[in-house]
C-alpha cells in the first residue's frame, strides 16, 4: 500500500497550525502499521537551513500553468522512515511566509498540477494520494481532467481531507484558463462552481474518491447551514462518502515525562505544581498553588469565541484566579488583552506572540484550559491539555465534543468541562462549576488530573481507521 500525502505544511519542515502537526504525525502513525507513507511539499523558502542541506536532487522537470510552462525541482529527504519531497520554484515559493499572498491561487494551481507531473519521477507509484485542504483540492480534478487518459494514473485513487471548511482557496472563473487548463464543462454546481467563481476546496470535495474530516461531530456539524459555510447542501450530497476520523496527537514528542521544554518534567500531580510554581514566577504572578490558573493558547480571531471571554472577564477574573493567555490575532483582540493585564497586573499575563517552549510550559503549569469555539473541527489544544494533565474548558462542537466528556459530579467519570450554548453566561457558568472543585474538593481534582493524564489520544486508533478507508479504495478498482 503506497500513500503519497499532498499537503502545504508538515511539522518539522514547516508549521502555521495543526495542520503541519497532522501531516508531522499521521505518516509516522501509518508506517509503523506497514503502510509505505510518503509526503510531498512545496519547497518554501522558510525552510529551516539544516533540511535544505540535507535534500537530495531527483530532477527538473516542466509544470503547464494555464498557457505557461513552469520550472519545477524535485528533491527529498528521509525523515524517520518517511520520505519527504520537496517541490521547488523561486518564483512561487522564495518569500517569506507560506500563505496569504495575492496570487496564492496560482501557487497552489501550481503546487497541485506539479505533484501529479511528479508522480512518474518518485520511489514508488501511490496508490492513494491523500489531499489536505483547499491548497491541494485541484489535485483529484486535475487527475480526473488532465491524466485520465494516461495509463500511469490509472486507478490510483484520491482521499480529501476537509480541516477546516472556513478556507476554501476561492478565485475567479477565469482562473480554469489562466491556470488550470481546465475546460468550462467542470465549471458547474456539482464540480468547481462557487456562487459565480472557482473553489479549489469544492474541487477535492467534488472529484476525491472519498472525504474525511478530523472529528465525527464536525462531519455532521457541516451538512448543517450554521456550519457549512454555504457547501452544507453539497456536502449532503456526498454524504455517504464523507466521514469523520478524529485527529490524534504526537505522544512521543509531547510527553511530560521527557519534555526537554518544561521546567521540570513529571508524571504525576506533584511534579505538575512544580511546573505552576515556575509558571507563575517566570511571567511575573503571584506565586500561589491555591490560585487557579486559566490558559488560553490560540489564535486570537473570532472562532475561537474571544468574545465570550471578553464579555464576562471582569466576572472570570472576579473568582480569584489568573489567567495566562498566548497567541496573536486580530488587533482588537489584542488590545483588549493588553488592556486587562495592565489593570490586573497581578492575575493576567498576555503574551501577545508565539512561543513552542512556552506554549508547552503553560500546558504543563496551567490547571484549566479554555477552548470556548464557535466552531472547532477537531482541536489540538484540548488534547494536548490532557496529556500534561489541564483540564479542559470547551464549547461542545466539533472535536470538542468528541474528546471531552464532561465531569459528572455524582459518577466522578469525564476528563474536563463543557457547555453547550455559544453563550457567554454558559461559559461564566462553566468556568464558576470548575473552579469550585478545584478549592472545595482538591482530592476529587487530583483524581481528574492524574485520570487525564493516564489517556491515550495518540494516533493509533485514528490511523488504522485511515488504513482501512484506503484498503477499501484500492479495491474498489
Not at 9 to 18: L, Q, R, S, Y
Not at 238 to 254: E, F, M, P, T
Not at 379 to 384: A, E, Y
Not at 397 to 405: A, H, P, R, S
Request: net charge negative; with cysteine.
Amino acid at each position: 500500500m503506497n500513500v503519497l500525502f499532498a499537503a502545504s505544511e508538515c511539522a518539522p519542515f514547516i508549521k502555521t497550525g495543526g495542520l503541519g502537526d497532522v501531516i508531522g504525525a499521521l505518516p509516522q502513525a501509518l508506517h509503523k502499521k506497514g503502510a509505505n507513507v510518503s509526503v510531498v511539499l512545496p519547497k518554501y523558502d522558510d525552510l529551516p537551513l539544516h533540511f535544505k542541506e540535507q535534500m537530495q536532487w531527483i530532477k527538473s522537470i516542466e509544470v503547464p500553468v494555464g498557457w505557461r510552462r513552469q520550472f519545477c525541482g524535485i528533491e527529498k529527504i528521509n525523515y524517520q522512515g518517511i520520505t519527504v519531497y520537496f517541490l521547488d520554484n523561486e518564483y512561487y515559493f522564495k518569500r517569506h511566509g507560506s500563505y496569504g499572498f495575492g496570487d496564492d491561487g496560482e501557487r497552489f494551481a501550481f503546487f497541485s498540477r506539479a505533484v501529479l507531473e511528479a508522480l512518474p519521477h518518485l520511489e514508488e507509484r501511490p496508490d492513494i494520494i491523500h489531499c489536505h485542504d483547499w491548497q491541494t483540492g485541484l489535485i483529484p480534478v486535475q487527475l480526473k481532467a488532465n491524466y485520465e487518459n494516461n495509463p500511469y494514473y490509472r486507478g490510483i485513487k484520491t482521499v480529501f481531507t476537509i480541516h477546516n471548511l472556513r478556507y476554501q482557496g476561492v478565485y475567479p472563473k477565469s482562473v480554469l484558463s489562466d491556470l488550470l487548463d481546465i475546460s468550462e464543462l467542470y465549471f458547474h454546481m456539482d464540480a468547481l462552481e462557487f456562487y459565480g467563481d472557482v473553489s479549489y476546496l469544492k474541487g477535492g470535495l467534488a472529484f476525491a474518491d472519498s472525504v474525511t474530516t478530523v472529528s465525527s461531530t464536525y462531519a455532521y456539524e457541516i451538512q448543517s447551514p450554521y456550519y457549512g459555510e454555504r457547501l452544507d447542501g453539497f456536502l449532503r450530497k456526498r454524504g455517504a462518502d464523507l466521514q469523520g476520523i478524529v485527529n490524534g496527537i504526537d505522544n512521543d514528542s509531547y510527553d511530560p515525562k521527557r519534555d526537554e521544554n518544561l521546567f521540570i518534567p513529571y508524571d504525576d500531580y506533584k511534579g505538575k505544581y512544580v511546573n505552576k510554581k515556575h509558571l507563575q514566577e517566570t511571567l511575573g504572578l503571584p506565586i500561589n498553588a491555591d490560585i487557579p490558573i486559566i490558559a488560553m493558547v490560540t489564535r486570537l480571531v473570532d472562532q475561537k469565541g474571544i468574545d465570550l471571554i471578553l464579555h464576562v472577564f471582569h466576572e472570570i477574573i472576579g473568582l480569584n484566579v489568573q489567567f495566562v493567555l498566548l497567541g496573536t490575532g486580530d488587533q482588537q483582540y489584542e488590545e483588549a488583552f493588553r488592556y486587562f493585564e495592565k489593570i490586573f497586573p497581578q492575575k493576567v499575563s498576555a503574551n501577545l506572540y508565539f512561543d513552542e517552549a512556552l506554549a508547552r510550559r503553560i500546558y504543563a503549569g496551567s490547571d484549566l484550559f479554555l477552548m470556548p469555539s464557535q466552531f472547532e473541527p477537531c482541536g489540538i489544544g484540548q488534547l494536548l491539555a490532557l496529556r500534561y494533565g489541564t483540564l479542559p474548558l470547551v464549547r461542545e462542537t466539533g472535536g470538542l465534543k468528541d474528546t471531552v466528556i464532561p465531569y459528572n459530579e455524582l459518577t466522578e467519570e469525564g476528563n474536563g468541562f463543557s457547555f453547550a450554548n455559544y453563550n457567554a453566561h454558559e461559559l461564566l457558568y462553566t468556568i464558576e462549576r470548575a473552579v469550585a472543585l478545584f478549592r472545595l474538593h482538591p482530592n476529587k481534582w487530583r483524581n481528574l488530573v492524574e485520570h487525564a493524564m493516564g489517556l491515550d489520544f495518540s494516533w493509533s486508533s485514528s490511523s488504522q481507521q485511515y488504513l482501512k478507508l484506503y484498503e477499501l479504495l484500492k479495491s474498489d478498482k
